[in-house]
């Protein structure tokens, strides 16, 4: 019996690969049904955010964008930037962690971008300080609703209140 149980568990594991290893968008709606009756560590993470928005850590967000074919921005931050994200989650400040997830989007899309009064950086190589939020990041995201810039304005003032973060 435990062979049989054995054999069924790779099956489904194989089965989670095969449509984890497809984007978002080439998934079929028997795909996501499979993923979410099956998807043990997602279907927790999902109930999670679903209980108490803004509090997942970076490793349930990476592990959320993988397993949800999404691109990958967490890929784009250090093991530093990742505690980083997670200390803004641990004192409750959403908005801060969110402006590291906005610096992890700019690196995913590419090396070169442009700043302040028409220079140009590489976000992937580019720290995440107060300084480098108001030179560089905050230019490269264009949001006519204001979340993003509020975003970056609490993370700037998260660093400020941190130095050590």
């Known amino acids: 019996m435990s062979s049989t149980r054995s054999n069924a568990d790779k099956s489904v594991e194989a089965r989670l690969a095969a449509i984890e290893s497809k ?9 996501w049904d499979y993923l979410f009756a099956n998807d043990q560590k997602l279907a927790e993470i999902t109930k999670k955010e679903n209980q108490h928005p803004g509090i997942l850590t970076a490793e349930e967000v990476d592990y959320e964008q993988k397993a949800r074919g999404f691109v990958n921005t967490m890929a784009n931050l ?13 004192f409750g400040d959403p908005q801060a962690a969110e402006g590291v997830s906005e610096i992890a989007f700019i690196r995913a899309a590419g090396h070169t971008a442009a700043g ?6 590489d976000p992937t190589k580019t720290e995440i300080t ?12 264009v949001d006519s609703s204001g979340k993003t810039r509020s975003r970056f304005q ?12």
């Open 154 to 165: 609490a993370l700037t003032q998260f660093l400020q209140a941190h130095p050590s973060a």
């Open 130 to 141: 107060a300084a480098n939020i108001e030179k560089y990041f905050s230019y490269k995201v």
């Open 23 to 31: 984007d978002a968008a080439s998934r079929t709606p028997d795909d």
């Open 78 to 90: 250090s093991a530093a930037e990742k505690a980083l994200y997670d200390k803004a989650v641990a």
């Open 116 to 121: 302040a009064n028409g220079t140009t950086y």
